[in-house]
């Protein structure tokens, strides 16, 4: 049996495209290679720093963002991600700058969502920044423009510490934060029947989310899950 080459990585089909960031990356952080169970290769945009990315509008880094990519590409991946849900600003760019699948954001799966929900229900999204998400985002990834939004901003420690760049966590207050910020979500949307997460940081708290509203919700982690089994479906033994 033959078998071909050209790549320099094999094994990891999902090239994921870093923020320059120092705070913690629990386990079920996207950026932890613990959260996958399949091998991911990972590549680090420097000065995209989360406050230039999600405050700022990543003004400036396109070009940082598509070098890195089309590296990914040379390495050997067979599609790309993000890790941070704003990037759907660049899906279309990147997206017509390598010659892989580019799934930029978690928002793009609002309307995945949606056609799987009981009549008369939709998805709302919970971001991390819901003052600097702009229609602009939620275009690029499709996401319904009635789509309900909430945030974790001015919560105790969530949004300040991952946005802040900070090196410590408190792991306990941004499960709170999260899980707030979720009710009240749901509070607000009599109509709310299931929640995608936008920040990738959020993974973690998508099990406490679902026990405390009761409603299913969405990751990257889902959706890049669903993303790399067509980059790589599983292979089954013969009958």
Known sequence: MKTKGGKSIYGASVGILMLDAQFPRIPGDMGNALTW??????????????????RQGAEGLLDNFIDAARELVRDGVD????????LSLYQEALAAAVPV????????????VNAVLPEGKH?????????????????KAKVPPDTPIHSTEGGQEFT???LGNELELDVTLARADNVAAALELQR???RLGAIVLECTNMIPYAADIRAATGLPVFTIESFVS?????LSPRRYPAP
């Open 160 to 162: 300040r510490a991952i």
């Open 188 to 190: 607000a949307n009599p």
């Open 123 to 139: 998805a709302g999204v919970l971001t991390i920044s819901a003052s600097t998400l702009t229609q602009a985002h939620l275009r």
């Open 101 to 112: 699948p580019v799934a930029t954001s978690s928002l793009m799966q609002v309307s995945m």
């Open 37 to 54: 169970p399949f091998p991911v290769h990972y590549k680090i945009v420097r000065d995209a720093s989360p406050d230039r990315v999600v």
């Open 226 to 230: 669903w993303f790399q089994s067509g």
């Open 79 to 86: 599609g790309i991600t993000t890790n941070c849900g704003f």
